[in-house]
């Protein structure tokens, strides 16, 4: 009795063409709104940090981005 695979397969082009597509998916959309994302992070602790007048222990690592950045 033969062996059956249960794999799916691909050809070469449709490959390259799921490689071109992530990488645009990623360099368009995914790392700008990644970086949106941290710029809001850095806004919002910033507010956070300046109004109470102390340094939140617990958000220590969005605290250093806001140093950072600002």
């Known amino acids: 009795m033969p062996t059956v695979l249960n794999t799916l397969s691909m050809v070469e082009n449709d490959i390259q ?11 368009m959309s995914l790392v700008p709104w990644m970086e949106k994302c941290v710029l809001d992070w850095n806004e919002n602790v910033r507010i956070s ?4 007048g102390r340094l939140p222990s ?11 950045y600002s």
């Open 17 to 27: 063409q799921t490689a071109r597509f992530t990488r645009e998916f990623v360099v």
């Open 49 to 52: 940090v300046f109004t109470s």
């Open 58 to 68: 617990n958000k220590r690592l969005f605290v250093n981005l806001v140093l950072v």
